[in-house]
Each structure stands twice: as structure tokens, then as C-alpha cells.
């Protein structure tokens, strides 16, 4: 079975840093671009980075600038969201996300597979 997961959400404090995971299971994500999206409760779902397939074009929502860093490592067949300064406007579901997607490549409905989420609360 087709599917992604992710991995490393949780609670962490104002200023902290939390690194997600996202992995594929069934086929490979060489030649995919990966967006990584969030969702507040009671909002939409926001587009905050995107990689390329390979690897040369990185795009990032102006609200994460500076303090999200995407990567991707196709050994391992994972796609990471390293983020660090964390804000308790940070917190949502954090979603990946893969498809042929040319850049910016930051709207949901340019994507094809969807993983299933992982929550991150930024909290004191």
C-alpha cells in the first residue's frame, strides 16, 4: 500500500526546535517533490516549505523563514522539516506531502499523497 508517514511531532516549549519525518511506504521519493503543510485548528491549510526533486529549489512560507529548514535524503528515503525558534503560532498538524509539483510548489491542491499528520503544540 501507497502512503506516507510522518514522525516527530509533539509539545515543546517557545524557542524550542522539534525535527519531523516523513517516509514513504510502497515506493521511493527520488523523483517527488515533498511540501510540508500545516493546519490550525479552524483554519486552512497552509503551504510552509517545499524541497524539489532534486534537491536545488527550496521555497518557504514568509511566517517560517529563517527558523524552518527542509531537507530531504533519498538513501534514506526521508524528507525532514528541522524546526527551530518554535512559536505558539507554530502549532498545528503538520502534514507532508509528494507529488510532480513544480516551485513554489506551496498550494495543497497541487499534491497527489497525503500522509496522515502529526501534531505539533508549542506550549509553556
Known amino acids: 500500500q501507497v502512503q506516507l508517514v510522518e514522525s516527530g511531532g509533539g509539545l515543546v516549549q517557545p524557542g524550542g526546535s522539534l525535527k519531523l519525518s516523513c517516509t514513504p511506504s510502497?515506493?521511493?521519493?527520488?523523483?517527488?517533490?515533498i511540501g510540508w503543510f500545516r493546519q490550525a485548528p479552524g483554519k486552512g491549510r497552509e503551504g510552509v516549505s517545499y524541497?524539489?526533486?532534486?534537491?536545488?529549489?527550496?521555497h518557504y512560507a514568509d511566517s517560517v523563514k529563517g527558523r524552518f529548514t527542509i531537507s530531504r535524503d533519498n538513501f534514506k528515503n526521508t524528507a525532514y522539516l528541522q524546526m527551530d525558534r518554535l512559536e505558539p503560532e507554530d502549532t498545528a498538524v503538520y502534514y507532508c506531502?509528494?507529488?510532480?509539483?513544480?516551485?513554489?510548489?506551496?498550494?495543497?491542491?497541487?499534491?497527489?499523497?497525503w500522509g496522515q499528520g502529526t501534531q505539533v503544540t508549542v506550549s509553556s
Open positions: 506531502a509528494m507529488g510532480f509539483v513544480p516551485p513554489p510548489g506551496l498550494s495543497h491542491d497541487e499534491y497527489d499523497l
Open positions: 510502497g515506493f521511493h521519493l527520488d523523483y517527488y517533490a
Open positions: 524541497i524539489s526533486s532534486n534537491d536545488d529549489i527550496k
